[in-house]
């Protein structure tokens, strides 16, 4: 144990390094650390830290003041490399493939984005130091009950061994809950403005025989039967070019335009994939909901939205989201394919036209599927435009995300979550919430769709506004589900 430390005088945040990846998707890449807010209803956010103790580096030991601070630094760099991938490596151990592809496994996904070291620290002597590597990774809810962790002296930890100095070292690692975001609505109202336009880019698929064409069709069928009316007599006849399906839905009262664009390989030739990128782009720039179905992975400079493999990969890198032109309108992104988690949503802020303010990212935590029908974009598209009794009605988040969790491809849980919502409204976008608590003899009275009028005894029922959480309820009134209901979507605000 050193006696005594003094810390080096200057902040360190460094990227993530890590190299495995989903699928075919095989390359190394390097993000951002600026920190965004999450939340899963099938998942949940840990950080995770430890602390590292190594000698100063050989090249360090005749250099003074900067230049030995930097030569340091460059070995505690390398060394935050070192330990993030032994984790990332243990964590892969523990949770094979086989163990992902079933409902009883783990879940466990790093945001590359955010592992950092810091409080980098020398012995009064210069002869060793130490420093905090810390990071964030997304599991599924019950994950602390299913890592192997190891209780020594009170201290909690996942026990994992790295190379520091050239032998071998065990590491303790920590993990801590991040507290989630609320649950909240998307901002409705502002992606209706104008009309709402969806875009839907649907990858290649790298499979024989391949399934994207199909899982393209799908999705051409379920608009067709939802009353959209078809720019085209039949999904063959279907061009990169063709106007988007049209349909519209009342909100508030009054009509709001639906359009929706639909992109797959099979649009463009083999030669010329060209236009495949031109349509995203687009959509980046004038869509408010953008929908990418398809292969993705962890390895970011190599990883993204990936239109065809054959005969050449044709694809948009997520490292390249920052470079593409787009605007400060609302927008909702779907990363629909494997491991999205891991960075799509930090390259996309990386965009300086994206924020958390203006951007709500859905990705994923664990492997997604292509197959014959698409059911969670399905299920996405659905939740922004479905009617009741010829009314549009919002779902919150967690309504959301939980029926894009419930409707798997497969066995294996998804783990869908949503980044950027901590400034959304926690009320729905129809609540008038001066009628909370106003006396009422039926839902009529209440004031919009989904409103409901509560019993609170057996002879007075009032008001309530639809909720997602309370932080967005009145003074004196809490979001909470009224006595015989079940539904994520009948939670209102109401006193206790």
């Not at 400034?423 to 608590?437: E, Q, R, T």
Request: charged share 25%; with cysteine; aromatic share 8%.
């Amino acid at each position: 144990m050193l006696p005594s430390w003094r810390r080096l005088a200057f902040a360190l945040t460094v990227p993530a390094l890590l190299a495995t990846a989903c699928a075919t998707e095989v390359e190394e890449t390097d993000s951002s650390s600026d920190e965004i807010n999450y939340r899963s209803t099938a998942g949940q956010e840990f950080t995770l830290s430890t602390t590292v103790r190594f000698a100063a580096p050989a090249a360090a030991q005749d250099l003074e003041g900067e230049a030995r601070e930097l030569a340091v630094v460059a070995r505690a760099e390398a060394l935050r490399t070192t330990v993030t991938s032994a984790i990332s490596a243990e964590l892969d151990r523990i949770w094979p493939e086989a163990q992902r592809l079933t409902r009883a496994g783990l879940v466990i996904q790093f945001r590359q984005a955010s592992a950092t070291y810091s409080d980098l620290k020398a012995s009064e002597d210069g002869a060793r130091y130490e420093m905090v590597v810390s990071g964030e990774f997304a599991g599924v809810n019950d994950l602390e009950q299913k890592l192997p962790l190891r209780i020594e002296g009170g201290k909690k930890f996942l026990p994992v061994t790295a190379s520091v100095d050239g032998e071998s070292q065990q590491l303790e690692i920590v993990l801590t809950p991040v507290e989630r975001s609320r649950n909240a609505y998307p901002k409705y109202l502002e992606l209706f403005e104008g009309g709402l336009d969806i875009a839907v880019h649907v990858g290649g698929d790298h499979h024989d025989p391949p399934q994207d064409i199909e899982h393209a069709r799908s999705i051409y069928d379920d608009l067709v039967a939802s009353g959209f009316r078809s720019p085209v007599r039949s999904f063959a006849e279907l061009a990169i070019d063709s106007p988007p399906f049209t349909s519209r839905i009342n909100v508030k009262g009054e009509s709001v335009d639906v359009r929706v664009r639909l992109f797959h390989v099979d649009m463009t030739t083999s030669e010329m994939r060209q236009p495949l990128i031109d349509a995203y782009k687009e959509s980046m720039k004038s869509a408010d909901v953008v929908i990418y179905d398809g292969h993705a992975g962890r390895s970011l400079d190599y990883s993204g939205v990936v239109f065809a493999y054959k005969p050449a990969r044709v694809a948009i890198p997520a490292g390249k989201f920052k470079d593409i032109e787009s605007n400060g309108k609302q927008q909702v992104y779907l990363f629909n394919g494997c491991e999205t988690y891991t960075g799509y949503a930090d390259k996309l802020y990386e965009n300086p036209a994206r924020n958390p303010a203006n951007t709500d990212i859905i990705t994923t935590g664990n492997y997604s599927a292509i197959q014959r029908k698409a059911n969670q974009v399905i299920s996405f598209i659905h939740s922004f435009i479905d009617q009741r009794s010829g009314t549009w009605v919002p779902r919150s988040w967690d309504s959301v995300l939980s029926r894009m969790n419930a409707v798997g491809e497969r066995s294996w849980v998804h783990v869908y979550g949503v980044h950027g919502i901590d400034d959304n409204p926690k009320v729905s976008p129809l609540a008038d919430v001066s009628k909370v608590g106003v006396a009422c003899r039926s839902n009529a009275d209440c004031g919009s769709a989904d409103s409901r009028c509560i019993a609170v005894s057996s002879n007075r029922r009032v008001c309530g506004v639809a909720c997602a959480d309370s932080a967005g309820c009145p003074s004196g009134t809490r979001c909470m589900l009224p006595r015989g209901q079940s539904s994520l979507d009948e939670m209102q605000c109401a006193r206790q």
